[in-house]
């Protein structure tokens, strides 16, 4: 299985995967962050690298590969800002054959800005800081696909998100 966690920036994603790796040692957490970062060393760097085909494609077939190879279940970590590139991520491994339970980590807009602004930014910290602000999407809760489990990071611990999770887990495995 594939547990994607999506949602804003500042959402808890990397958190989640952290505290959903300790509890789920024999799976693997794939960052497809570093695909893109790999990516801009061989292509000239653009403002977003999911806006680069390769990108897409190379996220569907190294969490596919990863999956199939090395585990059972793979942690992603990973915002789907796009609607059309979270259905053509997520829809790829779908119809690979992969099993997949989507998280979308809610929060109120107010609540991930104040964290956005709190956490370190690399590279020049105002360019970062607009960047990541200027993707904050008020309405993406309501945009995710039927199926998607919809948390409240803002209302719920770390620990309360990733009972939330597993739970669904298990569900879908049924």
Known sequence: ?????????AAGKTTLAAELHRRLPDALVF????????LWQWVPPNEDFQDLPSWREL????????????????IVPMSLVRDAYRAEILGGLSDAGEEILHVFL????DVLRERIMARPSPGDPQET?????SRLDPGAAARQPEGTVVLRSDRLTTAELADAVLAARVDLAR
């Open 1 to 9: 299985m594939i547990i994607w966690l999506n949602g804003g920036f």
């Open 129 to 133: 800081l607009a960047w990541a602000l």
């Open 59 to 74: 996220v569907v077939a190294t969490a596919r590969s990863l999956r199939r190879h090395h585990t059972d279940t793979l």
């Open 31 to 38: 960052n497809p962050e570093d695909l893109g970062i790999t």
């Open 106 to 109: 809610d929060a109120d807009v």
